[in-house]
């Protein structure tokens, strides 16, 4: 029969996958079909609503270049980027108890967003890495573990974050380079510490297609305060986590759906004087503590 009536449309694109020789790639075409077909049905789109829709997707591969993705954007503020990174993480828990587990839970990741750069200069525990940047300086401390409880040496936290006013140094100009990051190492007892600013809310890129959409859709682009990292060592799962500046506006509406409790962090504030690692401060300061826990590699 050459002819597909509307209720048989989506059996007659599934059955097409017949020949397909990789069966996650056919699970996940399948799958797509089946959901895009049902969106269809369930709202009655329109073909003007349809030409709209792809005229967006375009207008959003448009605004992508070497330092933009726009359709990581779109994934991240319609909650897709949280949510793969939350079922993959929960995965990964649960094969982790499966096999014993550890006393502990893991430090839970978020997404990564835009702004990683790979390769940021390695420094000495304790470095300043917002010097002369705007903001209020904050002292970052803890230890890296994993889930027995057992201290982690020689553990990388690559580190970055926008400044006092929520802009990042690829947000700067040409000529910024690399600021407000950094990659440390734990000590021998996995305990790390470094200086920054404490983080600001900012915006999402907002001038693209996305942010009109996030407008139309009656929604803000802030992200709360936030410091971000990624910690890995030899032996241990990394995690792509960030620290949230538990006083900040928009942590109930984050735009990307990245924050999760156990990642809030209070930011202590201080007067000037000697702060924890003997630095004499002359302006007020804050101290945020953290304890990061890696799963052991399988
Ligand atoms: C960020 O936190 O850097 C970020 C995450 C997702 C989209 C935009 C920015
Ligand atoms: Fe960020």
Not at 265 to 283: E, K, L, Q, W, Y
């Amino acid at each position: 029969m050459a002819q597909h009536e509307a209720q048989d449309l989506t059996q007659a694109v599934i059955d097409r996958l017949a020949d397909c020789t990789d069966p996650r790639f056919k699970q996940l075409m399948s799958a797509l079909v089946r959901h895009a077909h049902a969106f269809v049905r369930e709202v009655e789109l329109s073909e003007a609503e349809w030409i709209a829709a792809i005229g967006f997707l375009t207008e959003t591969g448009k605004t992508c270049d070497d330092k933009r993705q726009e359709f990581i954007l779109l994934s991240d503020t319609l909650g897709i980027s949280m949510l793969v990174v939350a079922i993959n993480q929960l995965k990964a828990a649960r094969a982790f108890q499966a096999a014993g587990g550890g006393a502990s839970t893991p430090t839970e990741a978020t997404v990564q967003g835009p702004f990683y750069w790979e390769g940021a200069p390695e420094l000495e525990l304790g470095s300043d890495i917002g010097e002369q940047m705007p903001g209020e300086p904050a002292y970052y401390h803890g230890t890296v573990t994993d889930t027995t409880g057992k201290p982690i040496a020689n553990c990388c936290l690559d580190v970055w974050s926008g400044d006092g006013e929520g802009v990042y140094d690829m947000q700067m100009g040409d000529d910024a380079g690399m600021r407000l990051r950094a990659r440390f190492h734990t000590d021998a007892q996995g305990r790390y510490r470094f200086w920054s600013i404490k983080p600001s809310f900012y915006p999402v890129p907002d001038d693209g297609p996305v942010g009109e959409m996030l407008r139309r859709m009656g929604r803000h682009p802030n992200r709360p305060g936030h410091i971000h990292m990624k910690v890995y060592a030899p032996g241990h799962q990394p995690v792509t986590t960030h620290l949230f500046v538990a006083d900040s506006p928009y942590l109930d509406s984050d735009a990307v759906f990245g924050v999760r409790n156990s990642l809030i962090v209070p930011f202590s504030a201080h007067a000037p004087g000697t702060a924890p690692d003997g630095r004499h401060m002359n302006i007020p300061y804050h101290s945020a503590s953290y304890d990061f826990r890696l799963v052991p590699a399988a």
